[in-house]
């Protein structure tokens, strides 16, 4: 009798990377890092954190990072990682490997020297604007200005160090002009099918096109209201999967759940974007119990690919193998 869906996806979480490109919850040196033993329990072996985004001053970036870099160079079964080996070896030894990201270039304070101290921080990944036009560019939820000066200047910084340009909560000309300009694989780390479901944060399907064209991966987001009417149900996020598998092909498809963990505090995602409209625009944002899927789900999304007749190697890629190829072309 030939293995489960289950088994097999038991099977493929033993053998290879799970990675989660993105994680949600808020950058704030009080965060209680112990609950990352969420993705541990999952099974997840590489996640990268937010440190910092356009709503927040730069200054308390560097102090996230001090303050997330402190823990985890200090706890046991979690590893601040450099290199895809050093994640493959973190995985060996059961632990949870991390590296940081930025969500957008206001977290560079006009400096273009701030690249490389982010970089030397631990930052592997950084997106232009978060929702709102900055100085590098537009934000999606903004004027589309398009890619600036400084913003071309930061791509050439972040090729030079190894940081994966990463065009997620981005205008789409700036997008489209930052994957031109980038001579590296770009990516979206957390961004849905727009034909699928109509919302601002997601993308079009020539977006995903140019981010393949590049090398790159686009990753699914466990956002409810990105995925569908708050809808996290592990059929909604294989549909985006099949939607970019058949559009770009599966080794272009990732996983960056997006997920923070204040509903486990009692806490909703809902009342936290009330906070900044000018960042979370109500018409976009009127969800009051605002959801998003669970690391645990990402096992359950193996399962249901299986169904759908995706090759053990693609759901392997869709699980972790594609965005580590991009990570270990582009990291340096």
């Known amino acids: 009798m030939p293995d489960s869906p289950r088994a097999i996806a038991e099977k493929l979480f033993r053998d290879h990377v799970i990675w989660d490109d993105h994680a949600g919850f808020g950058p704030d040196p009080g965060v209680d890092l112990s609950k990352l033993s969420i993705w541990k329990d999952a099974g997840v072996d590489y996640l990268s954190i937010n440190v910092g985004y356009d709503v927040m001053d730069w200054r308390d970036a560097v102090k996230s990072l001090g303050a997330f870099r402190r823990w985890i160079l200090a706890a046991d079964g979690y590893r601040l990682v450099t290199s895809v080996e050093e994640v493959r070896a973190a995985k060996r030894t059961g632990d949870l490997a991390v590296t940081f990201d930025l969500e957008g270039m206001d977290m560079l304070d006009g400096s273009l020297d701030m690249v490389e101290t982010y970089h030397a921080l631990g ?100 956002i409810g209201i990105f995925l569908g009417d708050n809808d996290i149900r592990t059929t909604t996020l294989a549909d985006h999967v099949d939607h970019y598998a058949n559009l770009i092909g599966a080794e272009h498809v990732g996983i960056g759940l997006d997920y923070a963990f204040e509903e486990e505090d009692g806490e909703n995602l809902g009342d936290f974007v009330a906070t900044a409209r000018d960042y979370w625009p109500e018409y976009q944002y009127n969800e009051p119990d605002m959801a998003c899927a669970h690391p645990s789900q990402i096992i359950e999304l193996a399962e249901e690919l299986l169904r759908r007749q995706y090759s053990e190697r693609d759901v392997a890629g869709i699980l972790g193998g594609n965005f580590m190829r991009v990570a270990e072309a582009v990291w340096k």
């Open 123 to 222: 930052v592997r990944q950084m997106l232009f604007a978060y929702n709102k036009n900055n100085l590098a560019g537009g934000g999606c939820h903004d004027r589309d200005t398009g890619l600036t000066a400084f913003g071309r200047d930061v791509i050439g910084e972040m090729n030079r160090l190894g940081i994966l340009v990463d065009c997620s909560h981005t205008a789409y000309t700036t997008t489209m002009e930052a994957m031109e300009t980038s001579n590296a694989p770009c990516i979206f780390s957390h961004s849905n099918a727009r034909e699928l479901h109509d919302h601002e944060r997601n993308i079009w399907d020539d977006q995903a096109r140019v981010c393949a064209a590049t090398g790159g991966v686009v990753g699914i987001v466990g």
